[in-house]
């Protein structure tokens, strides 16, 4: 079964330079989410986007920005990259039941980011 | 706010001992309910959830979870653990759409 894709894995970028991770979702999957797991940390949700509109925002700095396109895959910008950026970028996406709110997600591998 | 809480950053046992991981939440209305597993230098794995109905569900690999609404606990179980079973485990919610995180627990398992 296709599972959620996440490019590249990993990413070295120096301070102050900008990254762009991108996310293709699980075919017919409609959400897609962001989440930041710094080292020995929870991931901390970042962002999530419904049929291309942000849905809900987290701890997501104004540094970085994201959104999903008509393909329904997604790019996380982040741009004046500091050293605390260093991390595990996961995506994951869903079929959103708006009914029920039933909602698995279903994560990538993640892009390591590290920020030197 | 919603916050989950893990009662045990790390657990080391031998294999074949019991395990119970505790997770409780904070949250009053409906929730949804996972546990996940991340093995070392993986991505996150869904070991089970609930969404409704019995509230014992069991999940891959052995691991059953107990759904007490009057607690608010979600705790993991596993009769008896395998080396393979070391990794880190995350409770989490999603009282809608974002997933919330414990702060993992680390399960060593000691061949």
């Known amino acids: 079964a296709a599972g959620v894709i996440q490019s590249p894995r990993h990413l070295i970028k120096e301070k102050r330079e900008t990254a762009t991770l991108k996310c293709y979702p699980i075919p017919r999957h409609d959400t897609v989410y962001w989440y930041q797991q710094g080292p020995g940390q929870d991931p901390q949700f970042l962002i999530s986007?419904?049929?291309?509109?942000?849905?809900d925002k987290g701890s997501i700095p104004d540094r970085f920005s994201a959104q999903q396109f008509s393909d329904y895959h997604s790019e996380l910008n982040m741009s004046s990259l500091e050293l605390g950026d260093s991390a595990l970028y996961f995506c994951?996406?869903?079929?959103?039941?708006?009914?029920?709110?039933?909602?698995?997600?279903?994560f990538g591998p993640g892009t390591r980011l590290t920020v030197l | 706010a919603q916050s989950v809480s893990q009662h045990n950053h790390h657990v080391i046992l031998s294999e074949a001992a019991s395990l119970e991981l505790g997770c409780n939440y904070s949250?009053?209305?409906?929730?949804?309910l996972f546990w996940y597993v991340q093995y070392p230098g993986q991505h996150l794995q869904l070991l089970l959830k609930?969404?409704?109905?019995?509230?014992l569900v069991k999940g891959i690999k052995g691991f059953e979870a107990e759904f007490i609404k009057s607690k608010f606990s979600f705790n993991l179980r596993k009769p008896s653990v395998q080396w393979s079973d070391t990794a880190e485990y995350f409770c989490?919610?999603?009282?809608?759409?974002?997933?919330?995180f414990g702060q993992g627990t680390e399960l060593s398992v000691k061949p």
């Open positions: 994951a996406s869903s079929l959103e039941d708006r009914v029920s709110s039933y909602n698995e997600q279903f």
């Open positions: 949250y009053g209305g409906t929730v949804n």
């Open positions: 609930y969404f409704s109905g019995d509230p």
């Open positions: 986007f419904y049929e291309k509109m942000q849905s």
């Open positions: 989490a919610v999603n009282p809608r759409g974002k997933l919330i």
